[in-house]
């Protein structure tokens, strides 16, 4: 089974960045991609940015495209999301997510096999 635990978080404020970061604690089988989604109150779950594992081919979110980095670290079987230029908007649960089959769509939820617990990303002005 896989486990994906969430660091970072926390209170910024606009302007500033946040570097968050997911571990998969254990892998059974090949991880096909991973990604980040966020989660506002009263807000649907809206995809965030992803990337596959071998090829580390990136997607972003148009509203993420250009502040947005997500990078990964095979060795350490590691995803993060660098955020800069953090604005009130971004704050949100910020969910990390892996799936191990393949997939057309790197944005759509419901894609995914395993989840993070989520971090709560809070954006001051």
């Known amino acids: 089974q896989v486990q994906l635990v969430q660091s970072g978080g926390g209170l910024v404020q606009a302007g500033g960045s946040l570097r968050l970061s997911c571990a998969a604690s254990r892998r059974t089988f090949s991880t096909n991609a991973m990604g980040w989604f966020r989660q506002a109150p009263g807000k649907e779950r809206e995809f965030v940015a992803a990337i596959s594992w071998s090829g580390g081919s990136t997607y972003y979110a148009d509203s993420m495209k250009g502040r947005f980095t997500i990078s990964r670290d095979n060795a350490k079987n590691t995803v993060y999301l660098q955020m800069n230029v953090l604005k009130p908007e971004a704050t949100a649960v910020y969910y990390c997510?892996?799936?191990?089959?393949?997939?057309?769509?790197?944005?759509?939820?419901?894609?995914?096999?395993?989840w993070g617990q989520g971090t709560q990303v809070t954006v001051s002005s």
């Open positions: 997510a892996a799936r191990s089959v393949y997939s057309l769509s790197y944005y759509n939820p419901n894609e995914y096999n395993y």
